[in-house]
């Protein structure tokens, strides 16, 4: 796969280096941010929503666990929505 291809959630692996960007919107503002770094896990994590929902109806998130580029090496988690896009880089 070529530098800045788009990927799916599914075929991300640990130590893959990627650029995932999110759209942001509060109110009627609406604006992109973006983080750089490499793949240390991904998962899919149940919900705990605030609303009272049938017992037997599951609400997930999909999750990448990041080690962010840069000299502090922090690590920050990406929940995914359908405006998230992930770029090898």
Known sequence: MAAGTLIPFEE???G???KVTQ???VGLKVWTTAVTGTVERTERRREGLAVKRNFDDKAFADLIVLKKD???GEETTL???EFTRIERV
């Open 16 to 18: 893959d280096h990627v």
């Open 23 to 25: 759209r942001v919107k």
């Open 12 to 14: 991300l692996r640990a």
């Open 79 to 81: 929940a995914l929505d």
């Open 70 to 72: 840069g000299p502090a």
